[in-house]
């Protein structure tokens, strides 16, 4: 199985400022038949489902604001938050669908 | 627009079965496959595995295997999650899952369901 490791496990991150959340995959998770990489990453707040906000690694889900993005490439990968908002305080999570689907173990961004 | 609505927490004693439903609306039902994910008190997003709506045919994720079955009514665009013999470690809210069609990133979720598993 592809194995997801985030880091850091969680951060504290001034209003306005840049967050960043990393995602390593076990394998490759780049398919070369279409150049996609099949990393998509997830917003968790209490007692709401996930969010998808983030899929083929870098394509925003629709009315998802801007400051989210994901980068990366095979098997390292980034979210980046920026100008930091009240409403983003939640655990965050990279998922792989390359080979069926499994999670990292999650990202807590808080506010400093 | 597409909607999973899945049905009301449950307490059950330990050893008995449980049915969690997720039904669909907003989109043509056997279009698409569903899928499974938990979440235990203070712990990460699980992958339980998936049920194709085609043909009813199920895959478990490991460690998701025996106990846990996936099923379908597809009369009322329905799908269920059964957990038979519960254990204390069940307990976890339970979330049926959309895929984009043709992958498995999730762009659509139900509310989730809380199953508490105490004698």
């Known amino acids: 199985d592809i194995v997801m490791t985030q880091s850091p496990d969680s951060l504290t991150v001034s209003l306005g400022e840049r967050a960043t959340i990393n995602c390593k995959s076990s394998q490759n998770v780049l398919y070369r038949s279409n150049n996609k990489n099949y990393l998509a990453w997830y917003q968790k707040k209490p007692g709401q489902p996930p969010r998808l906000l983030i899929y083929w690694a870098s394509t925003r889900e629709s009315g998802v604001p801007d400051r989210f993005s994901g980068s990366g490439s095979g098997t390292d990968f980034t979210l980046t938050i920026n100008n930091l908002q009240p409403e983003d305080v939640a655990v965050y999570y990279c998922?792989?669908?390359?080979?069926?689907?499994?999670f990292g173990q999650g990202t807590k961004v808080e506010i400093k | 627009q597409v909607q999973l609505v899945q049905s009301g927490s449950e307490l059950k004693k330990p050893g008995a079965s449980v049915k969690v439903s997720c039904k669909a609306s907003g989109y043509t039902f056997t279009d698409y496959v569903m899928h499974w994910v938990r979440q235990a008190p203070g712990q990460g997003l699980e992958w339980m595995g998936w049920?194709?709506?085609?043909?009813?045919?199920?895959t478990y994720a490991r460690g998701f295997t025996g106990r846990f079955v996936f099923s379908l009514d597809t009369s009322i665009n329905t799908a269920y999650l059964q957990i038979n013999s519960l254990k204390a470690d069940d307990t976890a809210t339970y979330y049926c899952a959309r895929p984009a069609r043709g992958y498995s990133y999730f762009d659509s979720w139900g509310q989730g369901t809380l199953v508490t598993v105490s004698s």
């Open positions: 998922q792989q669908y390359y080979s069926t689907a499994l």
């Open positions: 049920i194709s709506i085609k043909s009813g045919n199920p």
